[in-house]
């Protein structure tokens, strides 16, 4: 069944306190029987046990059935220890939690048993058996210890396994307890390999078949044991039976102390104090040398009660174990996750909604990581789309001519029919038009002044509404007054009896279409327009360079983008002469826009750099608080990570319940953070996000939340990998500590 070759481990290798703890122990382990491995304390059982069922890796070669294992192979060790081995432990390692029902089938779920007839009939079965026919349905936790351990060995058995290991699996328990267990284990021996560990010489011989001695890693002798010894001595050395000793009882109201003795006594002094918690026992000498203060932990147990010894006839009047005839092998499927999703989303939520409030304000403090996150990635997203004409003082376009020698040559180049000379005050006037539906075209004779939208107040629009479009004008309601007036006759002609129907008409200035949309009473004639379309409309030539030749104290009165390039006229007369030939060749020019771009690129990134720093600051505080928490919450669970790894449950499955962890708790926090900030910041007015310093993209903004996502499951896992990369005996002992 287990073949052993060469086994060898240390613990500590190559430090001060290393221990050879197996040394090159080969074992030929038959497919049934009891083999119990026995030894004093420290001798290496527990380990060479770990070693041959797979929970802990050593130098060497395994064979398990037909299978080969050098070194130690994780997942083909779980596969193993998955279907073919059983485990009972010295403290039982129950999900304390649950019912017995569910951790009987849970183990059965794990080799892909599903069905519910199948599943009641090995529990069932197996219960009675042990003794807990009418437990089905408790807690785990709420079981004493001989019952969980009957509990831990129906588990053991549920899946049929071909070797059952045993690690000193009566070691807490009382002699009543211990000899039930071990006749139940003796009967499970006689179908299967049970391999067992005790350091009690008394168990060993009373039911081993086989006896393999170890001492210092090394096995010192191999024997067969015929067990005919008749009666088993349980006598534990650390147990004390009070009824087998001399009794004295002291009692009153408030007291009640009894002195039991094992010897003859005369008179005893003995005086106790208690103050703030301590016991404070002062007794003679020649009574007693040593006090032993008992707690749940210690190996010595009173038991009130006589000491009895224990027939080995027991042992035969027990039930033999039919369950290779009850259950039905063709039911296994393949394996199942023992964590469904739902299951693993269910256990999520339950831990945060039940989680301490020490927990819950950790929990707020993500919300708040969130907003901030929020805020390092509005920053983030503002420096990669970085948009350098926000903080600009100029335009792209500004150009200023810096010596001008012949104020006429300029003037003669400008005039160039390519190239427009733009004031800095549009007084333009436009020929007007119609609008089309009229038969005949009707032009204005005098022409329009022009003006910029931004001179209509409030109060001046009277009919229609005011520019919302490129494209639309609004006309000076004063054309139209007058009863001779020359407009209003022809637009009667034409059957026009207000000027209000023209609204929502094309109009044409310069041979250019535009929308007529409202009416202004200003009180001049005048067409309204946004300046863009202004620039657009006198531009004789489109598609042609449009200057602006600017003096430079009018230079902020122009909206610059409507140009392809500006030149702003220095008035500074210190800035004199130079014969400049050709506009494009020999004006001596200079580009502030260029020239300060740099500089301002240079100033900016004192605060890009504090940006991205405090941006950084606040993702690596967050990540770190994140890792504890989520570190935390694995040591709480250490206990049922180490029962699952020993049952064979895989690693992905156990990764699966902290990646949906991790996603329920980075949701309801740091993405509660995240979107609510979003809305905050959208919504409200704020400096920050009004003055562009923060912008949300909506691809970056989804980037940032899958980022945080991705973050807190790398965190996250990180303990969790650390974890499960130990082997289950590992990882069993990291619990213990
Ligand atoms: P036994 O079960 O016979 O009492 P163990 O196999 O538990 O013995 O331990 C054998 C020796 O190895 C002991 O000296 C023990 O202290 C040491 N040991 C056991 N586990 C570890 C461990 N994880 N790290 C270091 N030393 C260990
Ligand atoms: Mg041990």
Do not use: C
């Not at 001049?524 to 004789?540: C, G, K, L, T």
């Not at 500074?572 to 502030?592: E, F, L, M, R, T």
């Not at 020239?595 to 750099?609: C, F, G, K, Q, W």
């Amino acid at each position: 069944m287990i073949k052993a070759n060469k086994i060898d481990k240390f613990f500590n290798r190559g430090k001060r306190n290393e221990i050879h703890v197996i040394n090159q122990i080969s074992v030929d382990l038959p497919d049934h029987g009891l083999v119990v491995l026995f030894g004093p304390s420290g001798s290496g059982k527990t380990t060479l046990l770990n070693v041959l069922g797979g929970l802990d890796r050593a130098k060497g070669e395994i064979q398990f059935n037909d299978v080969s294992l050098h070194g130690y192979s994780m997942a083909q060790w779980d596969k193993i220890r998955n279907r073919h081995i059983g485990y009972i432990f010295q403290n039982y390692m129950l999900l304390e939690n649950i019912s017995i029902h569910e951790n009987i089938q849970l183990t059965l779920n794990m080799i892909g048993i599903t069905d519910k007839d199948e599943i009641n009939k090995r529990v069932e079965y197996l219960l009675e058996k042990v003794g807990l026919k009418n437990y089905k349905k408790r807690k785990a936790g709420l079981l004493s210890g001989g019952q969980q351990q009957r509990v831990a060995i129906a588990r053991a058995l549920a899946k049929n396994p071909d070797v059952i290991i045993a690690d000193e699996p009566t070691g807490n328990l009382d002699s009543k307890n211990t000899v039930e267990i071990m006749n139940i284990i003796k009967t499970i021996s006689k179908e299967k390999l049970v391999l067992l560990v005790t350091h009690e010489r008394e168990l060993a011989t009373f039911y081993a078949d086989r006896i393999i001695e170890l001492k210092d890693g090394q096995i010192v002798s191999d024997t067969k044991n015929s067990n005919e010894s008749g009666s088993l001595d349980l006598k534990h050395d650390t147990d004390i039976y009070l009824k087998d000793m001399t009794a004295m009882n002291l009692s009153s109201e408030a007291l009640d102390v009894s002195l039991y003795t094992d010897k003859p006594v005369d008179q005893i002094k003995l005086k106790l104090v208690l103050k703030n918690g301590t016991l404070y026992l002062d007794i003679d000498q020649k009574h007693a040398q040593k006090v032993n203060l008992l707690t749940d932990k210690s190996e010595v147990k009173l038991i009130d009660d006589h000491y009895k010894d224990f027939d080995k006839g027991m042992v035969d009047n027990l039930d033999s174990f039919q369950f290779g005839s009850i259950i039905d092998e063709s039911k296994v499927e393949k394996s199942q996750p023992v964590i469904t999703w739902k299951h693993a989303f269910r256990l999520a939520f339950n831990k945060v909604i039940n989680s301490t409030t020490k927990r819950k304000f950790l929990f707020l403090g993500f919300i708040l990581a969130g907003f901030l996150l929020l805020i390092a990635f509005g920053f983030v997203s503002r420096m990669l789309i970085l948009d350098e004409t926000l903080f600009m003082p100029y335009d792209k376009n500004y150009v200023l001519v810096n010596n001008i020698a012949n104020r006429n040559e300029l003037d003669s180049i400008i005039n160039d029919e390519h190239t427009l000379y733009v004031s800095y005050r549009p007084n333009y006037n436009v020929e007007f038009e119609l609008p089309i539906y009229y038969q005949e075209s009707y032009s204005l004779t005098s022409y329009l002044q022009t003006d910029f939208l931004s001179v209509v107040q409030n109060g001046d629009i009277i009919h229609g509404r005011s520019i919302e479009n490129d494209g639309e004008v609004l006309l000076d309601y004063k054309m139209f007054e007058g009863e001779y007036n020359e407009l209003n006759q022809v637009l009667r002609a034409y059957g026009v009896s207000t000027p209000t129907e023209l609204l929502n008409q094309k109009i044409y200035l310069n041979q250019k279409e535009f929308v007529l949309v409202g009416f202004v009473d200003r009180g001049y004639n005048a067409v309204i327009m946004q300046e863009i379309d202004f620039y657009r409309s006198i531009n004789p030539n489109p598609g042609t360079k449009t200057l602006a030749v600017l003096q430079d104290e009018f230079f902020d009165t122009v909206t610059y983008p409507v140009f392809d390039d500006i030149y702003v006229l220095s008035s500074n007369p210190a800035q004199s002469v130079k014969n400049i030939g050709n506009i494009s060749a020999n004006i001596d020019v200079s580009h502030p826009y260029l020239e300060y771009r740099d500089n301002y690129i240079t100033n900016m990134a004192l605060v890009y750099s504090f940006l991205w720093v405090f941006s950084l600051v606040i993702v690596i505080i967050t990540l770190i608080a994140l890792f504890f928490v989520l570190r935390a919450s694995l040591a709480e669970r250490i206990n049922e990570i180490a029962v699952f790894r020993a049952l064979g449950v895989r690693r992905i499955d156990i990764t699966k319940t902290f990646m949906v962890e991790i996603f329920v708790i980075t949701t309801v926090s740091f993405i509660v953070g995240y979107i609510f900030g979003m809305y905050y910041f959208t919504n409200m007015n704020t400096a920050l996000y009004d003055s562009n310093l923060i912008i949300f993209p909506p691809l970056f903004m989804v980037l940032g939340g899958l980022f945080i996502y991705g973050m807190s499951q790398l965190i996250g896992l990180i303990p969790v990998w650390g974890l499960l990369s130990k082997t289950p005996a590992q990882i069993m002992s990291s619990y213990d500590l």
